[in-house]
């Protein structure tokens, strides 16, 4: 079969940073095929590279049999190749079937005037076609992530995509809305649409791809069929190294309460919730996205204000209305939406890193910079974070160094409560079971966890206990012994009470 695209000994550099170093990449028609790699090993770059947001610096580019060489993403849209990023590109005041025919709205003659009741039956029809369950008449901003990336799609589609490209398309969706997503892949398989799959989900790459290529430190490794492949042939491949247990066993006694919430309400957000959290102890918590996981994180944590309810940190009432008098407890919380709240992305990994240990440092009356240089050098060695310099800017950096970052920023801090908001996002397998490990160390320090994740095997793997949030209530807390995912999501799905 002639492959739909073709590329062959891509080259890119930044500077004198070799990002893509003769990389071979073929799609077939109709196949979903992952492009696989550790953070920074170049998946998204390659994907620029293909669809003209970067130049690149050498290899050739073969689409549909003619060689091309894109200027503008609006260029590959036109061969029928179209990219989902990861930051969707939704208006949130307009309908569903506005964001569909967004510039491309059927009109009356040359009035402008759009016609409405037809741009709505087209949207529908493509809406059926997919197999999505929307109204084309909904705001998009009032709906899930979920759905607004099915609009996304929906999107691609109406422009007669031939290829559509997600990169990390699931980091932000429930396991339901993994599940649509997953029907609808299928769905456009069997319309012969290719579709290229970038994730760090082992699970959904063996479920739905047929082939997977992988990336490592912008060299390619090779491509592989499912079918005739493993987890463990991939990683190494990935990583170049067994990397063993997933998850890694911690010995840690568990001590005083560090941290209890009493009755925290926020009206309509969610209600009475109790729970408490010991030294060396982690408490994961489940739940579905939208059961107001983060909101409930971000009142402890001073972001958001409360109606009622107490705090108690070592056995003593604090009242806490800011982010900063958090962090004068000793409460470190790493958000899951790093690019709005965890980092300042102008800014250098240095300063990044320094910030919350700028104003330590600051209110002791001196800053020591030399000092400051090894804290920084040391983080990055530390936590692995690929920069070719702790001078470069932090936007540089490919998503899982960026969230390395994060954690450096709140560890350099030491506290004693850490709150951790989907830690992992988007980090890949060696770099997570790093964090995994900081985590394990932490606790080993007597640090209290707290882990909101919507990754049931990383729940179940790293806590003590799990707590599950259903429509804000706290709707179990179970004991992580013989626990498994079912009971987790019957709980996060409002089963027994
Ligand atoms: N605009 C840029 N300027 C300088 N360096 C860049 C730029 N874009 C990417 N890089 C570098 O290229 C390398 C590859 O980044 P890329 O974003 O392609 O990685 P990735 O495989 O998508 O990783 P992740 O899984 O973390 O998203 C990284 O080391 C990154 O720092
Ligand atoms: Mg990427």
């Known amino acids: 079969m ?25 799609v077939l028609p109709g196949e979903v095929h992952a492009l696989m790699g550790e953070n920074g090993a170049g998946k998204s770059t390659l994907i620029k590279v ?6 690149r610096d050498g290899g050739t580019i073969v689409v549909n049999g003619r060689d091309v060489h894109y200027r503008h993403p609006k260029e590959a849209e036109r061969d029928g190749i179209v990219v989902i990023h990861q930051e969707l590109n939704i208006i949130p005041t307009l309908t569903v079937a506005e964001n569909i025919f967004l510039g491309r709205e059927p009109k ?111 060299q390619f ?43 925290l309400t926020k009206i309509g957000v969610f209600e009475n919730v109790s729970f408490s959290v010991r030294a060396g102890e982690v408490l994961g918590v489940a739940g579905l996205m939208g059961s107001g996981r983060t909101e409930i994180m971000e009142a402890i944590f001073g972001a958001r204000p409360f109606d009622e309810g107490d705090i108690y940190i070592d056995g003593r009432p604090v009242r806490i209305r800011s982010p900063r008098q958090a962090v ?7 958000t899951e939406d790093r690019k709005q709240k965890g980092l300042v992305l102008e800014m250098s990994v240095h300063e990044n890193l320094t910030l919350p240990k ?47 970052v994060v954690f450096g920023k709140w560890l350099a801090m030491n506290p004693r409560i850490l709150i951790l908001d989907e830690p992992t996002r988007g980090v890949d397998v060696g770099a997570k079971k790093e964090i995994y490990e900081i985590i394990n160390e932490l606790a080993a320090q007597g640090v209290a966890i707290v882990m909101v994740s919507s990754e049931l095997p990383e729940v179940l793997g790293m806590s003590d206990r799990v707590m599950v949030i259903h429509e804000g209530n706290v709707q179990a807390v179970l004991e992580n012994d013989g626990l498994d995912q079912e009971t987790i999501m019957r709980a996060a799905t409002g089963g027994n009470r």
Do not use: W
């Not at 890119?12 to 990002?19: D, L, M, P, Q």
């Not at 491509?223 to 463990?232: A, C, I, P």
């Not at 440092?361 to 990055?380: N, P, Y």
């Open 108 to 218: 009356i003659g040359r009035t402008g005037v759009i016609r409405y009741k037809e741009m709505e039956q087209q949207a529908a029809a493509h809406l059926r076609r997919l197999g999505m369950d929307l109204n084309p008449r909904e705001l998009a901003g009032r709906l899930s992530v979920g759905k607004q990336q099915m609009i996304e799609i929906a999107r691609a589609i109406s422009t007669n995509a031939k290829c559509l490209i997600m990169d990390e398309p699931t980091a932000a969706l429930t396991e339901r809305e993994i599940q649509a997503l997953f029907s609808v892949i299928q769905t456009l398989k069997e319309q012969g649409i290719a579709i290229v799959y970038i994730s760090h989900r082992m699970e959904e790459i063996f479920t739905i791809c047929d082939r997977i290529s992988v990336l490592r430190d912008g």
């Open 328 to 334: 004068e407890h000793g409460i470190a919380m790493i």
């Open 2 to 26: 002639r492959p739909l695209i073709d590329m062959r000994s891509i080259q890119k550099s930044f500077g004198t940073n070799i990002v893509l170093n003769g990389v071979d990449f073929e």
């Open 221 to 263: 490794i090779g491509t592989k069929r499912v079918k005739e492949t493993n987890v463990d042939e991939i990683v190494q491949m990935m990583v170049g190294r067994q990397i063993g247990e997933r998850f890694p066993k911690r010995r840690v006694t568990i001590g005083e309460e560090r941290l209890r919430v009493e009755r």
């Open 50 to 55: 293909l669809t003209g947001i970067y130049d």
């Open 358 to 404: 700028l104003e330590q440092l600051a209110t002791a009356g001196f800053i020591q910079s030399s000092k400051e240089r090894d804290v920084v050098l040391s983080f990055i060695h530390l936590l692995n974070i690929k920069t070719s310099s702790p001078d470069l800017a932090v936007k540089a950096l490919s998503g899982g160094n960026q969230q390395k």
